[in-house]
Each structure stands twice: as structure tokens, then as C-alpha cells.
């Protein structure tokens, strides 16, 4: 059985957590349309909105043009999202593969955006994902520097 390996970078927020956590969960259109150099399409092709459970079909570039469907959970207790690949063109590489953003307090000292990605590889050919952790710190660098702005 082939090994889970899990990559993470943390994202320090000037905005409060609770802040950038409720925007992500209830304005993800609205951040796929903020960065139309990753997001080229994007629509709910199962559930009710961008909620729990949800499924969503996504056209993006990270490492080139990919489609992806994925699953969407939500824990609003840990302030966290996760996004689970079922199908789409990152699965040629990967078997599993699994984003996670979890939003934390840190006082005095802001925020942050604690992202990771579990993974497991298609073959040992296949290059860690470092390069979805650059993209989702470049997205909330963005959303950061929107939520302070408004």
C-alpha cells in the first residue's frame, strides 16, 4: 500500500481569522473570480451552493491547464475547509490527493492560513505539489490584503 506524504505552509494573515475563514467559506465565487490567472471556470455540479458536501467542477492552471471535480467539507468549529480531488486531471499523478486550509488565531500577533495537502503518489516519478501550496499562499495573501482594504 502506498505511503500518505503531506506537504503544509503557513500564510500569516493581517486580517482577523474569523474574518478571512467566513469570506473563503461565503464568498468562493467571488475569490475564483479575484484571481482569474489560476480560476477559469468554476460551477457547483452537486449540493447547495459552495456548502458542505458540496462538489464543484474547476478549470485551473498551477503546473499547467488542469479540470478537477472535488469535494468540498467544511468544519466551522476548527475554522477549516477541506477540498478532496474525486476526478480530473491531477489524478494521473496522484491516487489520493487532499487540500486542507485551516484558519487560526493568533491573538495579538493576527492570523494565519495554515494550508496542507495529503497526498499519495502515482508513481515515485511524481514531483511533491509545492507548487498548490505557492497558489492557495499567493490566494491568501490576496484575499488577505482584500479583507484589510474593505
Known amino acids: 500500500m502506498a505511503q500518505i506524504a503531506k506537504v503544509s505552509h503557513e500564510v500569516q494573515l493581517r486580517s482577523s481569522g474569523h474574518k478571512f475563514y467566513e469570506f473563503l467559506k461565503n464568498k468562493m465565487d467571488f475569490v475564483f473570480q479575484m484571481f482569474p490567472e489560476i480560476y477559469k471556470s468554476w460551477k457547483v455540479v452537486e449540493g447547495n451552493g459552495y456548502a458542505h458536501g458540496s462538489v464543484i467542477y474547476l478549470k485551473y492552471i498551477v503546473d499547467g491547464p488542469s479540470e478537477v471535480i472535488e469535494r468540498l467539507s467544511m468544519d466551522d468549529a476548527n475554522k477549516s475547509l477541506t477540498f478532496e480531488w474525486v476526478e480530473g486531471d491531477l489524478l494521473r499523478d496522484f491516487e489520493v490527493f487532499q487540500m486542507k486550509i485551516e484558519v487560526v488565531e493568533n491573538g495579538s500577533n493576527g492570523s494565519s492560513a495554515n494550508w496542507s495537502i495529503e497526498y499519495v503518489k502515482a508513481n515515485e516519478d511524481v514531483a511533491p505539489p509545492h507548487n498548490y ?11 488577505d490584503d482584500y479583507l484589510c482594504k474593505n
Open 133 to 143: 501550496l505557492l497558489c492557495v499562499a499567493k490566494v491568501s495573501k490576496g484575499v
